[in-house]
């Protein structure tokens, strides 16, 4: 192949080989960072800290594995909002769910159990 | 979905300046079609599997109203008739309704309307066909061999329990849903990345703004019912405690998970209808659309209310803070759907009004999505749904917007787009009539339902108190009016494809969008050189040309409109 | 007046233009776009399951604790990083095609199937383990050990099965949580074995030189996907293994 000395492309941004490495190192730290705190009882901070660390991976992933980062803005939207409605989603249910629990029959003798 | 960019389709068609070859005779013979990868054959091909799915769906429905002839049966047994209405529900939805305008007329007129060559992948527009067909097989085959009782929304726990076919459907419906994913998926990118450089956002025909709003929705919406069916698959062959009661699992979640799909869904059906609404109403009354950005931009807010206002078909099981949240913003919807309904009134006003069968449609269309729209702020009302809930109320309000606008309007396009299809004329009699039968044949079939439903008459029940009876009756009688008038359409359209006259004008009704500005029918790449330029819903210069009986391009300034 | 055809004649072969599209730039972002209309969907077809997981974790917060003792936090913080290094080579494999480099490319990618391959081995494992136990949700669900591997019943001395006093005993709804287990990291799965599917017929097609600077969209595509597979499995790690 022909005029690729710059490392550039005319279609598409070129991620550098130390970004690459630099992204993977950092996920791989995370990673040992997440299952680290795993192992000490943070109480209610637990879920928070563990979504945290993964949010942040998530992002390293999309920015610079993705390309969102040099990416079409718009693509970054289309993507941000597909999360937002995910989230949307879990939160009106979980908030229903949740205030009809005290309203349920557990293991009442009148449940038909059929297995 | 990769790999969009191979070299066109093999077929020959480079020479399509020649007199007379269009997208239907460029090439011949069924490989030719089934392996098209030509959105207006793809188009064509929707079209007559819809066909198939609507005399299906439309059958089920005659043998229900059939057996509530009498308030304790006519035909059926018990099991039958839930049988019956499950699959008129299935069929009707997920068959024909979902798919309904995009997959046909948006398949068609998309690209043209855009004056683009073709959809962005039309390797995945075929895929999107096939997996239709596997998904009707998966029903049809559920049919045969033992059919299913559930309704169309598989509600758990019954549908964990009960021995029917289960699977089967929601496979098939799993299916479709990646059908109209990737219809959605291509309309999206479509709009977005091959608009040519003189067509902009606002100068995108209403269609369009309708059929992305859908899309968007198809997107966002449709891999939600995905899930919710391969739970439910799940739950049922393994028993995996997510939503049976009996294995720990929570009912009510499946109620979450299916009407965050199939709220949006209702948009999936009627923002399309919309559109081709905001079309036929601007063209045949001669005069620009009212209020046109008003008009985009609620389509696409209604795309985005959609998805808050799910929780309003579960107010008799959800909590107090749920009903009261979702009973709220259930209203904002009605703000975006008034506001196409005056500007749509509003365009009508002092227009030249043409009442030809396409305008029939248009105008039953308000008509009917205004009582259907109405009706659902009843539903919407916490206190008055939960007397209404699940009552023929129910049944007639939905019909009032699936059936008498999405169907309406799916007819309207029919008509409309017809010539430019097929290069045929139909009787416009004989439309006229089958126009004015349907509407009131749907009038009869669901009025009558609205009184059922206050009076308390509940809705999948196939015995009644004789008291009832009058109204039911009423009801049956209505539907067979429709059925007739669907019938007769069927007739003279096919009458017109075997030996209707020959249409060889490019404008036969005056429209000002692209597709009317190219040939009959259409080129393969769909236009002859460049895709000309034009202002939608500008007719100043577009005018009648008594001598070959249409509309055509005038480049004189001077002349009037019309 | 140029046809669609004659249009495209001008254009270098190398850049395999389909005929509907005007330019490889429009070819690309269309595709590109169309891929990140297509994560959407995926994320979406996703959140219906991470809805089922918040609803019964904020409901039933001691089954989840008790029940994530039955994963094996190391074999999943291995396919962790297997996946994460996977995503590398995929991301890497981009880079190759955009500059031509056919021989990294060929290596990229095959690295990146002996991962994904390598996560399906470890979870296979797993998932042996959890069926051995009798925690598949199916109709011979029941554990037969708790989470620290001590018999939940035990025979005495007359013969009859009782519950062993020494063992934790197992939830109520033990079995919520494995289905919502099997389903998320089944599914999970599933995408991982496409994924592989579409790498394999890449790497054909990598044989065959068909990638270059001037057409690398499926490449680029397929990497996007790979990233959304790795990002779903990087939230699902913490939420099913990591928990108290």
Redesign the interface.
């Given at each position: 192949?022909?005029d690729?000395h710059d490392?550039h492309?005319?279609?598409?941004h070129?991620?550098p080989?130390k970004v690459?490495?630099g992204?993977?190192g950092a996920?791989?730290v995370l990673?040992g960072a997440?299952?680290w705190v795993?192992t000490h009882?943070l109480g209610r901070f637990?879920l928070s800290l563990?979504?945290i660390?993964?949010t942040v991976?998530?992002v390293l992933?999309?920015l610079?594995?993705?390309?969102l980062r040099y990416?079409?803005v718009?693509?970054a939207i289309?993507?941000v909002?597909?999360?937002l409605?995910?989230i949307?989603?879990?939160s009106?249910?979980?908030?229903?769910?949740?205030?009809?629990?005290s309203?349920l029959l557990r293991?009442a003798d009148h449940?038909?159990?059929?297995? | 979905m990769s790999s969009e960019a191979h070299v066109a389709d093999g077929s020959a068609v480079h020479a399509e300046h020649e007199t007379g070859e269009n997208y239907l005779n460029c090439s011949h013979g069924l490989r030719s079609w089934l392996l098209t990868l030509d959105h207006k054959r793809i188009a064509v091909m929707y079209l007559a599997g819809l066909a198939g799915a609507l005399f299906l769906g439309g059958i089920m429905a005659l043998v229900v109203r059939l057996e509530l002839w009498t308030g304790d049966g006519l035909v059926l047994s018990d099991d039958l008739y839930n049988h019956a209405f499950t699959l008129h529900g299935a069929i009707m939805t997920f068959l024909f309704i979902i798919p309904g305008i995009p997959a046909v007329f948006g398949n068609f007129a998309l690209p043209l309307m855009l004056g683009a060559k073709d959809v962005a992948f039309p390797r995945l527009n075929l895929l999107s066909w096939y997996l239709w067909i596997t998904g009707a097989v998966f029903a049809i085959v559920s049919m045969v061999v033992g059919a299913v009782d559930t309704g169309w929304t598989f509600y758990t726990p019954y549908s964990t329990q009960t021995s029917t076919q289960v699977i089967n459907m929601t496979m098939g419906v799993f299916i479709l849903g990646f059908s109209s994913i990737f219809t959605g998926l291509n309309f999206v990118v479509t709009i977005h990345k091959l608009r040519p450089a003189g067509m902009t956002w606002w100068r995108m025909p209403l269609m369009l703004w309708g059929l992305y709003a859908t899309a968007i929705i198809q997107v966002l919406a449709t891999p939600v019912l995905g899930i919710t069916l391969l739970l439910l698959v799940a739950e049922r062959a393994l028993g995996v405690g997510i939503f049976d009661p009996s294995l720990g699992g929570d009912p009510l979640l499946y109620q979450h998970f299916f009407w965050f799909y199939s709220h949006p869904a209702v948009y999936i059906m009627i923002l399309p209808a919309m559109g081709v609404i905001s079309e036929l109403i601007s063209v045949h009354s001669r005069k620009t659309i009212f209020g046109y950005h008003a008009i985009a931009l609620s389509s696409v807010a209604i795309a985005a209310f959609s998805f808050i206002v799910w929780g309003h078909h579960m107010f008799t099981a959800m909590s107090p803070m749920g009903n009261m949240i979702f009973s709220a913003l259930t209203f904002s919807v009605s703000i975006p759907s008034a506001v196409k309904t005056f500007n749509w009134l509003a365009t009508l006003y002092r227009g030249h009004i043409r009442l030809n069968a396409p305008m029939l449609y248009a105008l039953a269309f308000i008509f009917l999505f205004g009582i259907g729209g109405l009706t659902g702020l009843f539903l919407g009302a916490l206190a008055t749904d939960i007397h209404l809930h699940d009552t023929y109320f129910v049944v007639a309000h939905f019909h009032f917007v699936m059936v008498g606008s999405t169907l309406i309007a799916f007819l309207g396009a029919l008509h409309y787009w017809w010539p430019k299809m097929f290069g045929k004329a139909y009787d416009e009699t004989l439309a006229k009539i089958a126009c004015i039968l349907v509407f009131i044949g749907f009038n009869v079939t669901f009025l009558p339902q609205f009184v059922l439903g206050t009076r308390g008459m509940p809705r999948r029940y196939h015995n009644f108190l004789p008291e009832f009876q009058g109204l039911h009756q009423a009801s049956t009688v209505g539907a067979f009016i429709l059925a007739i008038g669907l019938f007769l359409i069927l007739v003279y359209l096919w009458k017109s494809l075997v030996s209707g006259k020959k249409v060889t004008v490019d404008n036969p009704w005056g429209g000002s969008s692209l597709e009317w500005l190219t040939t009959t029918p259409p080129p393969h790449y769909n236009f002859v050189g460049e895709p000309p330029e034009h202002d939608v819903y500008d007719y100043h210069d577009i005018r009648y040309d008594a001598a070959i009986d249409g509309y055509v391009l005038s480049k004189n300034e001077g002349d009037a409109a019309r | 007046m140029s046809s669609a055809a004659d249009h495209h004649a001008e254009v270098d072969p190398a850049y395999r233009l389909a005929h509907h599209f005007e330019s490889p730039e429009q070819q690309f972002e269309t595709g590109k776009f169309g891929m990140w209309a297509f994560l959407v969907t995926e994320i979406l077809f996703f959140s219906g399951l991470f809805t089922a997981y918040s609803v019964y974790r904020s409901n039933e917060a001691d089954l989840f604790s008790y029940a994530s003792g039955y994963l094996d936090t190391t074999l999943g913080c291995i396919n962790t990083a297997v996946l994460i290094l996977s995503s590398l080579t995929m991301a890497w494999a981009v880079r190759c095609a955009q500059l031509g480099q056919q021989r990294g490319l060929k290596f990229c990618l095959i690295v990146t199937l002996l991962c994904a391959g390598g996560f399906m081995g470890i979870k296979s494992v797993e998932y042996h383990h959890k069926i051995h136990n009798g925690l598949f949700p199916n109709a011979h669900f029941g554990a037969h050990e708790d989470p620290d591997g001590v018999p939940l019943h035990i025979t005495d001395e007359s013969g009859a099965t009782v519950a062993n006093p020494a063992a934790r005993p197992a939830p109520e709804n033990l079995r919520s949580f494995f289905g919502i287990y099997f389903c998320m990291t089944g599914l999970h799965g599933l995408h991982v074995l496409i994924g592989m599917g579409v790498i394999f017929w890449l790497y054909l097609r990598a044989r065959r030189g068909e990638f270059g600077p001037k057409y690398f969209g499926p490449i680029d595509f397929t990497a996007l996907y790979w990233h959304v597979v790795d990002l779903i499995w990087i939230f699902l790690f913490p939420l099913l293994y990591l928990i108290h």
């Open positions: 192949m022909t690729n490392h492309n005319e279609l598409a070129v991620m080989v690459l490495l992204v993977f996920l791989l990673t997440t299952v795993a009882d637990d563990a979504l660390i993964a991976k998530a992933v999309a610079y594995f993705m390309h990416d079409k718009f693509n289309v993507f909002v597909g999360i409605f995910v949307l989603f879990i009106l249910a979980v908030m229903d769910t949740g205030n009809y629990q309203q293991n449940v038909i159990r059929y297995r | - | -």
